[in-house]
């Protein structure tokens, strides 16, 4: 039997606060001690007059009113209660302090997204029960202590493949608060590929209407109207979570090809794909029309993405020429910049000449050859940013055992150990670690159709990534962090979040 006050599923007993130590990610640090605040009929939520606490006070009010009851006010008015400062020094743009005893809770931060996230401490701290939106008994303790937090890196991202399956603008919303929860600040959409092109660009009409009309399996497809698009952004930016755009290129381009005869280098438009095959399609490099075609779409892209990135893909280029492919990034890298953005491409872009400051995703395994890991080092030490995905541990298409009914297994299994157990600091031999910009998990959806599909695959990978991402090496301990997560799970089941029971961590009983 466990002693009192500690459970092995890691959910806090009813009625006692979740203690401090349990967040996950992990906050850099974490002092418990004090008395608890009891949330009440007469809290308020007390915000700076600022808009990024007002708007963080209005989050965390429509979070937990409907489970809680209360009126819950955000005033700018008294003391005490649930307190929202701007204006604390040396957190960075993304950390917060939170400080709990028995008057309130107080969150501060240097900036907005730094409440935002103290909020989502906050949130985990209280009991999973604060997420349903019907009433629920409480009590709604949040235990006293101090944690003073900031991310390790910048760059906490998921990806998602809008081409293989469409996922409406619905979806991707509810895929971003599941992203918001863990601190996650990068949404990655891959907006084309052979199987459709999702985006509306208004000179080249037939992408979306045509290029967009399937996907695999024969499917309707899907695209996202600006309008659609610029509400995503929005609604991820409310999340501070950034939107970065891929258009994938020279390969990944059967959708466009099949969309403009002209396009091709015979002339001839292909069919529209709906298999799962790569690498068979690329643009016509030597035509000068490839180049207005790849200005306009980046052009129209540009201007309503107002995150600093645009992911011009670059990977399983394998019907392009090497000599082709370096020209090709050589002439629309240049692009990019002319319309104000960074380029990101997946590491076969170090093969070319990445542009001054670009950032290159490494998807390579373990057992990626020691040639091609050193090629994106080398690059690394020339000052191209690196993103890190290694497809054996955070691809979250991958099957997580032989008996997974999603995903594929290209690169192997991948458990939930795996995906958690490895240190962005130090797994690209020879990059140096200030060149290492955060890690960001993809989820390719040749398999995936709903958004239960994808909380299938994400849950429970998808918090040990953000981890990797948010929290300090020194933090890192596999036996500590399987029952921080363990007691995560009560809080999907409220959310609604179908997960994968996995293995060797103490879930609690159903
Ligand atoms: C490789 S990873 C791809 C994608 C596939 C994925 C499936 C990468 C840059 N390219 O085209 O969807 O494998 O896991």
Redesign the pocket.
Known sequence: MAAAGISLTGAAPAGTATPMSRVVPAPASVQPGGSPYRITDSTRIRVDGSRGAREAGEYLADILRPSTGYRLPVTTRGDGGLQLRLGAKGLGAEGYRLTGGSSGVTITASGPAGLFHGVQTLRQLLPPAVEMDSVQPGPWLVAGGRIEDSPRYGWRGAML?VS?HFFTVGQVKRYVDQLALYKLNKLHLHLS?DQGWRIAIDSWPRLATYGGSTQVGGGTGGFYTKADYREIVRYAASRYVEIVPEIDMPG?TNAALASYADLNCDGVAPPLYTGTD?GFSSLCVPKDLTYDFVDDVIRELAAITPGRYLHI?G??AHSTSHEEYVAFMDRVQPVVAKYGKTVVG?HQLTAATPAKGAVA?Y?GLDSTGAEEKERVAAAARGGTGVVLSP?DRV?L??KYDRDTPLG?D??GYVDVRRSYDWDPGTYLPGAPSSAIRGVEA?L?S?TIVTSADIEYMAFPRLPGVAELGWSSASTHDWEDYRVRLAAQAERWEALGIGYFRAPHVPWPAR
Do not use: I, K, N
Request: net charge negative.
């Open positions: 493949d293989r590929d990944h790569v893909g990977d399983e997946w995703q998807w497809a691809y298409d991958m594929l290209w690169a993809p390719w040749e």
